[in-house]
């Protein structure tokens, strides 16, 4: 039994009035979406028929300029890519049954939908710097970034997350380097900077899946603090920035008891610290000695994880 759209929507004003948590919302739904007789064949064909659909508009569209790049114009490249972007929004309205309906979707065709709308927004990315005349990559990367944020506020799934994640290290590295296109410093930071943010909105509940939020803000966080040494930077900027990641981690981990925030604080000092310990004997330990400071780095920090578990 699927709900009405009426049903549905008074289910999200519950949620909008603080009645429910979205979780709450989410597990009411599908309760009493199992209550009735299994999902139709009709559902299932129509969830295939999206991603079927979506795939062959989106290869269609890439087939016909990938022949035909060179002889369209900037206007009729942009009308393919815009074109493919629209259709592909629309399919999404249709799956979910209207505008309106689209936050409400029930679950099988929740999946779809995010799916089109992802992969509008890449598409997007791709008509804004088809349609620029300079800076090409900036203008896409964040015109894309902008979809991406409301695909997901639309439809807030995994894969809208990691979407909007992709499309944000896109446009940070692509106003980074339009900048300051020689030095891997600015970029190193803004990743870390951006990984960051990431993870502590994601504390706060306001990006969703938590976990994977949690974990990808850690790695981009951890990505970005390594560039510094990996492109010739100041090594002391990483060894830094590394340490002070695995700090806000464990901190993290004392409010929040999740064990991504464990996990990623022990990578993190895992990796710090024989980078240290190389700087500091000016690379006279060898491999053996670094692989000896990393396990005992590893044990250390696991013995402490171990004791930060217990304590909760």
Do not use: K
């Not at 979205?22 to 299932?44: C, K, N």
């Not at 944000?168 to 891997?184: C, G, K, M």
């Not at 780095?297 to 013995?303: D, E, K, Y």
């Amino acid at each position: 039994m699927n709900l009405r759209t009426q049903q549905n929507e008074a289910l999200h004003r519950l949620t909008t009035r603080g009645v429910l948590s979205p979780e709450q919302e989410t597990a009411v739904r599908e309760a009493l979406t199992g209550t009735g007789a299994p999902s139709r064949v009709a559902d299932r064909i129509a969830e295939v028929a999206g991603y079927v659909g979506g795939g062959l508009v989106l290869g269609g569209a890439a087939l016909l300029l990938g022949v035909s790049w060179e002889d369209l114009s900037r206007l009729g490249r942009v009308a393919v890519l815009g074109g493919t972007a629209v259709a592909l929004v629309v399919a999404a309205m249709v799956v979910a049954g209207g505008l309106r309906a689209m936050r409400t979707v029930v679950r099988h065709r929740r999946r779809v939908v995010s799916t089109l709308l992802s992969l509008a927004a890449v598409t997007t990315a791709f008509t804004a710097g088809a349609g620029a005349t300079s800076h090409e990559v900036t203008i896409g990367s964040t015109t894309g970034l902008a979809a991406a944020v409301l695909a997901y506020v639309v439809v807030p799934t995994a894969l809208a997350y990691l979407t909007t994640a992709a499309a944000a290290i896109s446009a940070v590295l692509a106003w980074v380097t339009d900048f300051v296109p020689d030095s891997s410093v600015p970029g190193g930071v803004a990743l870390f900077l951006l990984g960051l943010a990431g993870g502590c909105l994601a504390l706060f509940q306001v990006l969703r899946p938590v976990p994977l939020a949690l974990a990808t803000g850690a790695a981009v966080a951890l990505f970005g603090a390594q560039q510094p040494l990996a492109g010739n930077g100041p090594a002391a900027l990483t060894y830094l920035l590394t340490a002070g990641l695995a700090l806000a981690c464990f901190a993290a981990y004392l409010s929040v008891r999740t064990t991504v925030l464990l996990v990623a604080g022990v990578v993190c000092t895992t990796v710090v610290v024989p980078e240290v310990v190389w700087d500091l004997t000016n690379g006279a330990a060898g491999g053996g000695v670094l692989l000896l400071v990393a396990g005992a780095v590893l044990l250390a920090t696991s013995l402490a994880s171990r004791w930060l578990w217990h304590t909760r």
